[in-house]
């Protein structure tokens, strides 16, 4: 890994930081584990001293912080190590957070991926930006939606940085659909005498699998999340922090682990990821750092149809049309609200002083980092993914290298017990004719297709759009027949078989 973090030294020469304004903030986008927080704490910090500058360096974990702590020490007096969650709560209550030369925004996806549950992303952001005589600098592996809420507030920006990517570490990628199949990888994991890290975006879902494997897991979650906390040993995350591995079969972990933290084992041969958010899960694939050639994993992502990706953009989209009708019928806003904020966070209460008697006045505003990642994902990313059968594993794939572009090739695979079982069944039930709602049931049930509210869908147009969206060779037809059932002659108006397409 010395040779790509030379590679970023030798791109950002003392040269180039002299050409740096405090007006056009600076985005360097490089793949995790190539040296960002090594050139911060060697090139940059040398020219620093050299010219008397101090310098701010943000990072969104506090155990990312504590990973970090050894990299700054000797160093505090030039660099001021801080968590954007203790900028925001400064700036919240009034706190003075000191003046720099230069501010250091690491892991800056943090604005928009945090944005999903953090009502505060905005609030570090804007401090940002309104440090006028600050060079601002934005790291992160990945950039896309960041760009997108960065320039709706600054005009001009310095030419982005990059550097090329690089997963040839990754042996094999495979995509399951399944909730079921973690306890399959996780039974697999342990017992080849394995190693892995499951990141789960669900906490439910994190601690149900812990509770079956605790004696060969870890496991991680937020400090602040009061349902899960409790299984969490911190004496062990902490010996992760200090050692850079950990001893378990498995680390099991939320997404408070997804970005800025290293780990360091040769021996850690597999990751698994269920998260939907794509910047989320190259973060996650991107805390384990190779330690030499030869060290290779196999990664697991939960994959998603673009019935999957339908129904969230369908979501997002409900909360997008209340974020514009606040801004276009703000009375109506407020009906259907019950005169609150929208339950996502999108709108927020901003103060903006005092009336005669003291009390504080609000207006409400866009939170434009939550509305810019509601955005990217339901405008932009996912509507592309939509336009080839299973988009997202596909792009993820392409995004790990295995995709070659000679041949138009796919190089990934997948295992699903729930389509392998479904296909069984269509297969048994082909030619099968279906005369009433109860003869119906079984096929709606095995299916298994819900809306966004987890309500099951018994439209045939629905149904034959997923079959056809998972590249399953199947239709449902409906049309009338006329049967002679113990010789009484009945008609049917909606007779539904399955044929082979």
């Excluded at 017990?417 to 082909?430: H, P, Q």
């Amino acid at each position: 890994m010395v040779i790509i973090q030379e590679k970023i030294n030798n791109v950002i020469t003392e040269e180039r930081i002299a050409e740096w304004l405090p007006q056009k903030p600076v985005v360097i986008k490089a793949q995790t584990g190539q040296g960002k927080t090594y050139w911060v704490t060697h090139n940059l910090y040398d020219y620093l001293k050299k010219n008397g500058a101090t310098c701010l360096y943000l990072i969104q974990r506090t155990r990312t912080k504590e990973q970090l702590l050894r990299e700054f020490s000797g160093k505090e007096s030039t660099l001021r190590l801080m968590t954007y969650q203790a900028l925001e709560s400064s700036v919240q209550h009034g706190q003075a957070v000191g003046s720099y030369d230069y501010i250091v925004a690491d892991e800056c996806h943090y604005f928009i991926s945090d944005g999903g549950f953090n009502n505060n992303t905005d609030i570090s952001f804007d401090w940002i930006l309104g440090q006028d005589h600050a060079v601002k600098i934005f790291m992160s592996a990945t950039v896309g939606a960041f760009y997108n809420y960065l320039f709706k507030k600054v005009l001009i920006a310095h030419a982005p940085i990059t550097t090329p990517y690089d997963y040839g570490y990754i042996d094999h990628l495979t995509f399951f659909y399944d909730t079921e199949q973690l306890e399959t990888l996780a039974a697999d994991v342990i017992s080849k005498g394995k190693k892995a890290v499951f990141f789960i975006q669900s906490g439910k879902t994190a601690a149900e699998l812990y509770k079956k494997f605790k004696n060969n897991m870890v496991f991680s979650c937020s400090r602040y999340n009061k349902e899960h906390k409790h299984l969490m040993d911190e004496n062990l995350i902490n010996a992760i922090i200090e050692d850079e591995k950990f001893d378990a079969n498995i680390l099991i972990t939320t997404t408070a682990l997804d970005s800025g933290f290293t780990l360091k084992d040769n021996l850690l041969d597999t990751i698994v990821v269920d998260v939907v958010e794509p910047e989320s899960v190259i973060q996650c694939v991107g805390r384990k750092r190779p330690v030499n050639s030869e060290d290779h994993i196999d990664l697991f992502i939960r994959g998603r149809s673009n019935s999957d990706i339908n129904r969230i953009i369908h979501q997002m989209n409900g909360m997008i049309k209340t974020i514009i009708q606040k801004d276009t019928d703000e009375l109506e806003y407020h009906i259907e609200n019950e005169r609150q904020n929208n339950i996502n966070g999108a709108i927020i209460n901003v103060p903006v002083g005092c009336d005669s008697v003291g009390n504080l006045l609000y207006i409400k505003q866009r939170n434009e980092a939550k509305v810019t990642r509601l955005e990217y994902y339901a405008l932009d990313l996912f509507p592309e993914m939509l336009k080839e059968p299973f988009g997202y594993d596909k792009y993820l794939a392409r995004w790990f290298g295995f995709y070659n572009e000679n041949t138009g090739i796919y190089l990934y695979q997948t295992t699903s017990t729930k389509k392998e079982s479904l296909i069984d069944y269509l297969d048994s039930m082909v030619g099968v004719d279906m005369l009433n709602a109860k003869d119906r049931k079984p096929v709606i049930e095995k299916i298994g297709l819900k809306d966004y509210k987890g309500k099951l869908q018994h439209s045939l147009v629905s149904l034959n759009d997923y079959l056809a969206s998972e590249n399953l060779p199947y239709i449902i037809i409906s049309r009338r027949k006329t049967k002679v059932i113990d010789g009484i002659r009945k008609d049917y108006s909606s007779v539904w078989t399955i044929l082979k397409a």
